[in-house]
């Protein structure tokens, strides 16, 4: 068992007087923290259910995506239950960005950004990444993979994609326990204030962390691909693209989206 383990006793101690009650269910290997999460949502799961794994042998990012899980990253989802209109739940997924790139600004420095959607990157590798489903009538699951204490050869190998993690970021390696109570704390102050008064200022707050804002991208829409300049970004999560002849083009986090910057 790692140094860190992340079980029910490490990590509950570090969750209690939060304004959400949190519930832990840890794993040792799981298929997918989300797909358990989701399950259990289904089932009647409480807001604050938490599924956490020491390694996942089948965890995915959006629309399937294989999402690389080895051991010492912080693999976690939990439950939520708004009570917002459709519209403003998908700008969740941006609480839970801002709220992961915060706590990583914290452990490597200003480096760290948030790539639209909602991939947290440092010095052009992606150390984090983070989604949003729906689990049913009125309940959501937030899913958060952080590269954690993951060593460089275990990384995903950068013909495929450049990953990053904090522990080669950081030089040094985290307790992941504390990690996961200090994403969740940010990711809870910020979730109150985005169903209350504080909306605005969130994503001002995302703005400031944009890794694009301003930059040359190209973006594969399904089969498109589509070049432009990130020309600002809209609270329904969407991103708005300047063209090469002046016209705008909106894309949005839930579509088959993908965005690069040109170098
Ligand atoms: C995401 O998807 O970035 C959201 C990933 C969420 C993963 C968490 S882990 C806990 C929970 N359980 C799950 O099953 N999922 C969630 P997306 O934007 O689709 O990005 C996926 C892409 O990131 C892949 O296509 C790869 O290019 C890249 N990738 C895969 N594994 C990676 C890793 N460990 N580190 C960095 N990049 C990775």
Request: charged residues 25%; hydrophobic residues 40%; proline residues 6%.
């Amino acid at each position: 068992m790692p140094r860190d383990a992340l079980t029910e006793d490490t990590i509950l101690p570090l969750l209690c007087d939060r304004r959400i009650r949190w519930r832990v269910h840890a794993y040792g290997s799981i298929v997918s923290t989300n797909d358990t999460a989701k399950r259990l949502a289904i089932s009647g799961a409480p807001e604050g259910t938490l599924v956490v794994a020491e390694t996942q042998t089948g965890g995915h990012g959006r629309r399937g995506n294989v999402w690389e899980s080895p051991p010492g990253g912080l693999w976690f989802s939990f439950v939520l239950r708004p009570h917002l209109p459709p519209d403003r739940a998908g700008g969740l997924s941006v609480v839970a960005a801002v709220a992961v790139a915060r706590t990583v600004i914290d452990l490597v420095g200003p480096s760290a950004r948030i790539k639209w959607p909602n991939d947290i990157f440092v010095g052009g590798r992606k150390l984090a990444g983070v989604m949003v489903v729906s689990a049913g009538e009125g309940a959501l699951v937030v899913g958060v993979g952080v590269n954690a204490n993951v060593p460089e050869r275990e990384l995903p190998d950068p013909k495929w994609y450049e990953a990053t993690s904090l522990l080669r970021e950081a030089g040094e390696s985290c307790d992941r326990a504390a990690l996961l109570a200090r994403i969740l704390a940010e990711f809870e102050s910020r979730y109150f204030a985005y169903r209350g008064p504080g909306h605005a200022e969130l994503m001002e707050e995302w703005r400031r962390l944009s890794l694009v804002i301003g930059e040359a991208v190209t973006a594969t829409v399904g089969d498109e691909t589509v070049q432009g300049t990130v020309f600002g970004l809209e609270d329904d999560g969407g991103v708005v693209l300047r063209l090469a002849d002046g016209r705008h083009r909106k894309l949005l986090p839930t579509g088959d989206v993908t965005l690069s910057v040109r170098k």
